[in-house]
């Protein structure tokens, strides 16, 4: 298909399938489509072709686009990338082919009309290039003939008396029962190719296929954690993808054999009826024994191996935004902000390091203490570091000994008089990035362990800043991460920082290196020449500025700039989202009101004021002016949630503490498909399984929870052996799910 009426293509799949590499009959959580017009596709195209990236076409290319959000936007990428994908492997069919001298405008026809893959091969596989089978052998001894009478069906012959004329020993065919057998193979090879035969098994496998799973031989009395699976059957278009990758990690651990399971003899005779079997024909039999041939050899395998790829991809990309959701939350958790912090990475036998950082997060000292082994000592070093820097929190890291530690320092400061919060902050990651490549860059010269303290300070400070150095998949928030395409993992997690990244914002003048790699058009060797340029000539006074760094070029500086702050800097909207090309439609609503850019930026009033039809047209549309307006009543505004630190029970800090029934406060640290994990401050987090979250019907809990919610629960059950902690969110009144959301 010609690539000129790409937009059409792609604004077609986006009102008809889900936002999938393969539109399939099995859908258990059927995504809506969304239907885009053809002009907001092709302009999204052409913005695509031009350079420019998600996070700037959303935000300051609304006019073009008629106010498409990220989503669309990375739809309509994704569909894209698909089709020009689909279109590069028809042409590689389509020559291969025309090199056999098969092409005909009936396969090119067909061809043309593919829309997936999927269909795509198995157009292709009558003639794609085939190892040495069983039918090619026959036809090597001339059974072919043979095998058309048995496919033609005719309502004469006899099948035996036929098949002598073909009985050739020096041909390897030494008998009647030879012949007939090879002609068999023949036809059962044309059968598993037909395509119309091929379409009806996969839509059996699809809509009446059962993945069935038994134990693995020697298996079915070892203990597991797959042991609710060793006699397991559930319909393909109905099972959860939790439960499809928890049934293929068992099969690669060897504990567990699945496969798709359909009625084989009711398929045989529908796909006999398909390829032309006639009752009274003397060849029906022959039919139907080549039939069931394929289906247990040819077709039905490569059916079921399909139906597996499909499963595990359907899988893969649920578990993927799972993923991706978890981390957008995390990411996007509200901050502390600019103050200084204590940040304190516990330990028993090598003590607690402490290390302190200012409102900016730059590195001021580290101590190490012992409370457990010299209590009035550790106590005495942690306030003499508390008087000296003066912290508005301490930062406690969440792993072993972190509830001990918090205690230690919440007792202390209590006794003493010292009004600062002790925060518990999650140090998943923390070891990763200590030994990152980042943090010797960093701190050269400290000790992992003193890094780890003060990551754990900057994530109290911004979550966001700090994250962006360490793997997502390091952070452990989202489901079989590790079993999951990669690629597809990485793919979505790049996008998820980069919006994330870009919604926020990006003060110039602090922001790391790995944080500005995910600023819109900058990536990592631009990062490397803003840090560059701010080491050599100090801080940016202006977003102008930026033009005189190593590499920014005009295309580079259009897509970044809006995105990166700088607080009292030169130009009065250059700490907030106002893009620098609207700077002159501002001065002009400034000298309108018969006052200067530079007050009506600090008068949130004079912004409300504006008459909002004298500046709207082609050019502007409504949804850019909100953002110019609300940028006006609060330029450089956090879209995050203000901080509120999660208070733990002083009483529970061990798995063993826990009691059925006892309710605590608690943070999401996990959602998954079957329900979310709870930090309730016992080094354990317990599950609130998806029937547990909310006193109404759940089916994806992602709707009603996010990493990061505080939840209050009650303890279900407590498995000491296992270190299980099952927990319920429902029947708690006020308490309940609807009044725990920040």
């Known amino acids: 298909m010609a690539a000129d009426n790409l937009d059409s293509r792609v604004a077609e799949a986006l009102s008809t399938e889900p936002f999938s590499i393969e539109s399939h009959p099995i859908e258990p959580y059927p995504i809506e489509p969304h239907p885009i017009e053809r002009h907001a596709v092709a302009a999204v195209l052409a913005l695509l072709e031009e350079g420019a990236t998600v996070p700037f076409i959303a935000r300051y290319r609304k006019e073009r686009t008629g106010n498409l959000d990220e989503v669309q936007i990375r739809a309509i990428e994704e569909q894209r990338a698909r089709l020009m994908a689909l279109d590069r492997r028809r042409e590689s069919i389509l020559a291969s082919i025309e090199e056999q001298g098969k092409m005909t405008d009936a396969i090119r026809h067909a061809m043309d009309r593919a829309r997936t893959k999927a269909e795509l091969e198995a157009l292709y596989l009558p003639y794609k290039r085939k190892r040495r089978t069983r039918a090619a052998v026959a036809r090597e001894r001339g059974l072919l003939p043979l095998a058309e009478r048995i496919l033609a069906q005719p309502s004469d012959g006899d099948p035996y008396r036929e098949a002598r004329a073909f009985v050739d020993r020096v041909n390897d065919v030494p008998d009647v029962a030879s012949a007939l057998a090879g002609a068999r193979d023949i036809v059962a090879e044309i059968v598993s190719e037909h395509l119309e035969a091929r379409q009806a098994t996969k839509e059996t496998f699809a809509r009446h296929g059962r993945l069935s799973c038994k134990a693995a031989r020697g298996k079915a009395k070892t203990k597991s954690k797959f042991e609710q699976y060793y006699a397991f059957s559930e319909p393909v278009a109905k099972i959860p993808t939790h439960r499809v990758l928890a049934i293929f990690r068992g099969e690669s651990e060897g504990v567990l054999k699945a496969r798709v399971e359909v009625d084989s003899e009711r398929l045989a005779r529908q796909i006999s009826s398909i390829v032309g079997r006639k009752n009274r024909s003397p060849f029906a039999r022959s039919l139907d024994e080549a039939v069931a041939d394929a289906l247990a050899r040819l077709l039905g395998p490569s059916v079921e191996n399909e139906m597996r790829g499909e499963l595990e991809e359907r899988a893969h990309r649920e578990a993927v935004n799972v993923f991706g959701e978890n981390l957008e939350s995390l990411l996007l958790a509200p901050p502390l902000g600019e103050y200084a912090v204590i940040g304190i990475d516990p330990g028993i036998r090598t003590g607690c390091k402490c290390a302190a950082v200012d409102a900016t997060g730059r590195f001021l ?129 790049g996008q998820v920082t980069e919006s994330c990244v870009n919604r926020v914002g990006v003060e110039l003048n602090t922001a790391s290196a790995p944080l500005l790699t995910h600023v819109a058009g900058v990536g990592p060797s631009l990062a490397k020449n803003i840090i560059a340029h701010r080491k050599a000539n100090g801080r940016f006074r202006s977003r102008a500025a930026l033009k005189k760094v190593k590499g920014l070029g005009p295309k580079a500086y259009q897509q970044c700039v809006g995105f990166l702050r700088v607080r009292g800097g030169e130009h009065p909207l250059d700490g907030s989202a106002v893009h620098p090309e609207r700077y002159a439609l501002v001065e002009r609503m400034a000298r309108d009101r018969g006052t200067t850019m530079a007050r009506m930026a600090q008068s949130p009033e004079v912004a409300r004021q504006i008459e909002r039809a004298q500046y709207l047209g082609p050019d502007l549309s409504e949804a850019t002016l909100d953002d110019i307006l609300s940028e006006l009543e609060k330029p450089g505004r956090d879209p995050r949630k203000r901080f509120e630190p999660t208070k733990f029970r002083d009483d529970v800090r061990a798995i063993d503490d826990l009691k059925e029934g006892m309710k605590l406060e608690g943070v999401v640290t996990n959602v998954t498909d079957f329900g979310a994990f709870v930090d309730v401050g016992v080094h354990q987090d317990g599950l609130v399984h998806v029937s547990q979250l909310a006193d109404h019907y759940v089916s994806k809990p992602s709707d009603v929870v996010k990493v990061g919610d505080r939840l209050t629960v009650r303890v279900l059950s407590v498995d000491l052996d296992r270190r299980r902690i099952g927990l319920s969110a429902t029947g708690l009144g006020a308490t309940g799910l609807g009044a725990k959301r920040r």
């Open 365 to 493: 000292e580290h101590v190490t203490i012992f409370p457990d082994r010299a209590r009035a000592k550790a106590a005495s070093q942690l306030l003499a570091m508390v008087r000296k820097h003066k912290p508005h929190a301490i930062a406690v890291g969440n792993g072993t000994a972190g509830r001990e530690t918090e205690s230690f320092a919440r007792v202390t400061l209590k006794e003493a008089q010292v009004d600062t919060m002790v925060v518990s902050v999650s140090e998943s990651g923390a070891s990763v990035y200590s030994a990152s490549d980042i943090a010797r860059e960093e701190h050269p010269d400290l000790d992992l362990t003193v890094r780890g303290a003060i990551s754990i300070a900057r994530r109290l400070q911004d979550p966001l800043a700090e994250l962006v150095k360490i793997d997502p998949k390091a952070i452990g928030v989202g489901q079989y991460q590790h079993d999951v395409d990669q690629k597809l993992l990485s793919a979505k997690l």
